[in-house]
């Protein structure tokens, strides 16, 4: 069965000279061709793996009650969203253009405050919400906003042990549409704090280092920013900016 790797090429390839800078160009484009697709595979698989949140959180609610319907609409949409994400892995695709439509930042957050809820309530987190931005609507892809959204929730949930506080707060400002995600957990360390938007970079045991390094590529796709106030052993803050016409 195919990998569907491009395939290593030994030796002289296309008449060019062993050793030819033709050839040595040729390989350095097969070598980033390689890269990029390790990091689509790698960013694909982490928001596979954020997917799978809901599936699980059903799981563990099943086993306690047999109900909770509302939850199984969510499990199914996300369902739906792992296949396009499979898809597109499959077929080496690279993402296509986001696709702008109005969405209300609140109805977004809420659905991902909502996926996660099992989390939160596992640890005993306490949730705080102060939306003060209105209206609330922006020009966004919806699929991928809410990546974003979930990976900093999650990394937020992570950040913290039992019983901490997370605040989700928006509000207008100067044009823009801010969303802050405020956790009371370990902070980010000095030496760390300029690394932590690189791929692959992680402080955790079990980490990929893709969460926040997709989090930015997802807000800079929508003509954002995302900005960091972090301080060790009280907690970090993320604020996504976003134009509002």
Not at 29 to 50: T, V
Not at 86 to 93: C, D, P
């Amino acid at each position: 069965m195919s990998s569907g790797l491009p395939p290593t090429v030994v030796g002289n390839a296309g008449g060019t000279a062993p050793g030819s800078p033709a050839e040595m160009q040729q390989n350095l484009q097969r070598l980033d061709q390689l890269a990029n697709l390790g990091l689509l595979s790698a960013s694909i698989a982490h928001e596979i793996k954020n997917g799978l949140v809901a599936i699980n959180t059903l799981c563990q609610v099943l086993v306690e009650k047999d109900e909770h319907r509302e939850l199984a609409g969510v499990v199914r949409r996300e369902l739906k969203r792992i296949d396009g994400l499979v898809t597109q892995m499959l077929r080496l695709a690279s993402p296509k253009p986001a696709t702008l439509t109005p969405v209300n930042v609140h109805d977004l957050l809420e659905g991902t405050l909502g996926l996660l809820a099992f989390q939160m309530s596992d640890r005993m987190i306490t949730l705080r919400r102060d939306y003060r931005a209105e209206p609330a609507t922006v020009q966004a892809d919806e699929s991928r906003l809410q990546q974003a959204f979930m990976n900093l929730v999650l990394n937020a949930i992570e950040a913290m042990g039992q019983g901490g506080e997370l605040t989700v707060a928006t509000e207008l400002r100067g044009g823009s549409l801010r969303i802050s995600i405020r956790d009371t957990g370990t902070g980010i360390a000095p030496e760390n704090f300029g690394h932590i938007f690189e791929t692959f970079f992680t402080t955790k045991k079990h980490g990929t280092g893709l969460g926040l390094a997709i989090s930015r590529r997802m807000v800079e796709e929508h003509r954002g920013t995302i900005e960091v106030q972090s301080q060790a052993g009280q907690g970090s803050t993320f604020c996504i900016v976003l134009p509002v016409k």
